[in-house]
């Protein structure tokens, strides 16, 4: 599929991003001078307790939220500077999965990874094609007939994953993909994830709170703390050695009988 997405120089990066969310009484400070970059080929993860801020920043990089302050580049354009018409077609460069899969529930699976297609206007025969090519790469050829209810949280993943890989995206945003999964469900969604990453080049943001995630398939990792970067680093540099109170909090309760390390060197190498 696609060689031209194994291409060099895309990244994603944010400069000094601020979100404030405003209610009828107050405000909420999500996000504060964030200052991230995410390199092409990465699987890039982001960790943090609830409400540090995680889902409102992968929600700035396709602007699904609009930033308070700050830019987005991507590719090295400040897309906070986009017009709608570019707007709906940087999004169909950015892929994004979600913890409840967010399937539409009255159409066949296969109707599910035709849909962002048909929006873009390709042709039903084409958007069919690429859709069964998709389903093969997720494992589901033969539950193309099916709907989101007669499938399992895995399955239903796949097909999700399918849908927002439809469009040929150079970047695949997941917010807390596996949190619904069980141990072994999620370990299978990520080895797909980590495919998907080294076959297609998709880059990949990965918002998670959980520790093994991270270690899974990260390459590099930032710890959110109450809007602000507490820390980031390599997921080897941050686990051995975390500088943050934070960090630590997270992460060595974790460790504490779990090794990840040994974990995280075989299944690096492991073959997905
Ligand atoms: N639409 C909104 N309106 C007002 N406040 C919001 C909105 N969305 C998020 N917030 C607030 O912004 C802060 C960050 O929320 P966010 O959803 O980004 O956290 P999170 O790290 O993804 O948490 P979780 O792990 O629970 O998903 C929280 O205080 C939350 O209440
Ligand atoms: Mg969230």
Redesign the pocket.
Known sequence: MSPELKGRGRMIELRHLGKT?K?ANRE?V?LEDINLSVQDGEIFGII??????????VRCVNLLEKPSSGHVFIDGEDITEFDRKSLLSLRRSIGMIFQDFNLLEQRSVLRNVTFPLEVSGVKRAAARERAMELLKLVGLSDRAESFPSQLSGGQKQRVAIARALATNPKYLLC??ATSALDPNTTRSILELLKKINQTLGVTIIV?T?EMKVIYQICDRVAV?DQ?RIAEEGSVSEVFTNPRSKIARELILPERIGASWQKNSSTEQQEEV
Do not use: P, V
């Open positions: 969310y209610t909420i999500a943090g307790l609830s409400g540090a801020g995680k889902s409102t920043l917010d807390e918002i709170h959110l809007s």
